[in-house]
């Protein structure tokens, strides 16, 4: 069974970094494009940054230059690294994949950016 479990949320000041990981079991990782959404309170979810099977790199434009994502298959683990963060980052960040025609969510993990 397909599982997607992030980790690194918490408190930070605005500026400051934090990098995401999502850990993958129950699927050949590499093999599929895998993307980071957040859910901010009160608005729908949105698309963060998207990783391709090969490694081509797709990223909203409110994160563009602001955050890196990544992969590292041999350990079925991706990352999202996040710097000079915004009180507007403030949201439930999640992992995601389409793995055989089948969508798959974590359960997210809590970003609040707050002085």
């Known amino acids: 069974q397909v599982q997607l479990v992030e980790s690194g949320g918490g408190l930070v000041q605005p500026g400051g970094s934090l990098r995401l990981s999502c850990a993958a079991s129950?699927?050949?990782?590499?093999?599929?494009?895998m993307s980071w959404y957040r859910q901010a309170p009160g608005k729908e979810r949105e698309l963060v940054a998207s990783i391709s099977s090969g490694g081509n790199t797709n990223y909203a434009d409110s994160m563009k230059g602001r955050c890196t994502i990544s992969r590292d298959n041999a350990k079925n683990t991706m990352y999202l690294q996040m710097n000079s963060l915004k009180h507007e980052d403030t949201a439930v960040y999640y992992c995601?994949?389409?793995?055989?025609?089948?969508?798959?969510w974590g359960k997210g993990t809590l970003v609040t950016v707050s002085s």
């Open positions: 129950g699927v050949t990782f590499s093999s599929y494009a």
């Open positions: 995601y994949a389409m793995i055989r025609f089948r969508t798959y």
